[in-house]
C-alpha cells in the first residue's frame, strides 16, 4: 500500500487523511462540497503528499485502498460505489466508514466486484482512537477482510473482526444501549445531563478507557474473578436490566437533552474543549502504550 484514497474529506475523512499522512502514505482526496479542498489544507499540517482531485474516479484509480466516508444515505452510497467500483483495480479494497449501514447493503452500488466490499468503521476522531470495526458483508470474500483488517493494522489501528453484519456495527450498538437508559434518565427526572456525563467521564468511563467491560468486571471479583462476580451479582444485574427504561426521543425530550448540554457547557467554547480532549487521548494513549501487560 502506498496510495489511499479518501473519498469525503469532511470531520472523518479529514481525519483519516491525518492519519494515512502520518504514516507516510500518499493520499488522493476528494470531495464534491464548495472549498473542501482548501478546508483539508488548512486543517491539516502537512500536506506534501496530498492530492486533491474533483472526480471520485480519478481518486479511485489511483488507489491500493479506498476509504470512503460519504453522507449515511443508501442512494448516496450506491451512487458512489458505482463510481468506486468501476474505476479501482479489482484488486483493491473499497471500505466504507458508515457508522450504522450494512455493507450488503452498501454492495448493492457494486455491479462488478461486490465481493471487495467492507466496512471500515473508526471512532472519532479517527487519527487518535485506535479502534476500527471491519464488517464484512455477505458477499465479502474473506482474505478481502484479512486485507482490510492488515492494513489498518499497518497504520496504528486495533481493528476487530465482525464475524457477521449488524445495524450499527458493535461499538456504536453497545453505546446506543447506554444512550438509552442516559436518555430515559433525563427523561424521568431522576438525573441531570450534567450529572449523566459526570458519572460516566469520572467513573466507569475511566475503567473503560483503560480495559473493557469484560475484563473489568473480572478484576472487580478478585480471587474469585468473573465467575465470582456472575454467581453473586448476577441475580441483581438481571433485576436492573428489566427495570431499564425505554425512551422514544420524543421533540421534548430532544429539546431536554439540547438545553442540558447547553447548561453543561456554559461559556466553553466547542474548539477549545475539542483540543482538550484530544490532548488527553494523546497523554491516554501513550501511557496505554507503556504498559506492556494491558490486552
Known amino acids: 500500500m502506498s496510495t489511499v484514497a479518501v473519498v469525503g474529506t469532511g470531520v472523518i475523512g479529514e481525519s483519516w487523511a491525518r492519519l494515512f499522512l502520518a504514516h507516510g502514505l500518499d493520499v488522493v482526496a476528494t470531495d464534491p462540497a464548495p472549498g473542501a479542498e482548501e ?3 488548512d486543517a491539516l499540517e502537512d500536506t506534501t503528499r496530498l492530492r486533491f482531485v474533483a472526480d471520485p474516479a480519478e481518486a479511485a484509480a489511483a488507489a491500493d ?6 453522507p449515511e444515505r443508501e442512494d448516496v452510497k450506491h451512487a458512489l460505489f458505482a463510481v468506486l467500483d468501476e474505476a479501482a483495480r479489482p484488486d483493491v479494497v473499497l471500505a466504507s466508514s458508515s457508522s450504522g449501514l450494512l455493507p450488503s447493503v452498501i454492495a448493492r452500488g457494486c455491479p462488478h466486484h461486490p465481493e471487495r466490499v467492507v466496512v ?7 487519527h487518535l482512537i485506535p479502534l ?12 478481502v477482510v484479512d486485507r482490510a483488517v492488515a492494513f489498518y493494522t499497518s497504520v496504528g489501528k486495533r481493528p476487530i473482526r465482525l464475524a457477521r453484519e449488524v445495524p450499527g456495527h458493535v461499538a456504536n450498538r453497545l ?8 436518555y430515559s434518565l433525563v427523561e424521568r427526572g431522576i438525573a441531570t445531563v450534567a ?9 466507569p468511563g475511566l475503567r473503560w478507557a483503560v480495559l473493557g467491560p469484560f475484563v473489568n468486571q473480572h478484576l472487580s471479583g478478585g480471587a474469585g474473578g468473573l465467575a465470582h462476580v456472575l454467581a453473586h451479582l448476577g441475580p441483581p444485574t438481571e433485576a436492573w436490566w428489566r427495570d431499564l427504561g425505554r425512551v422514544h426521543l420524543t421533540p421534548e425530550l430532544a429539546e431536554a437533552l439540547v438545553a ?21 487521548l494523546h497523554h491516554l494513549l501513550a501511557a496505554k502504550a507503556a504498559q506492556p ?3
Open 120 to 126: 471500515g468503521h473508526p471512532f472519532n476522531p479517527p
Open 260 to 280: 442540558g448540554v447547553d447548561a453543561e457547557l456554559a461559556g466553553t467554547d466547542d474548539r477549545s474543549l475539542v483540543a482538550a480532549r484530544d490532548a488527553v
Open 132 to 143: 476500527v470495526e471491519v464488517v464484512p458483508g455477505r458477499d465479502t470474500a474473506p482474505e
Open 293 to 295: 501487560d494491558l490486552p
Open 175 to 182: 453505546q446506543a444501549a447506554l444512550w438509552q437508559e442516559a
Open 195 to 203: 450529572d449523566i456525563d459526570t458519572a460516566i467521564a469520572n467513573g
Open 39 to 41: 478546508r483539508l489544507r
Open 65 to 70: 485502498f479506498i476509504q470512503e466516508n460519504g
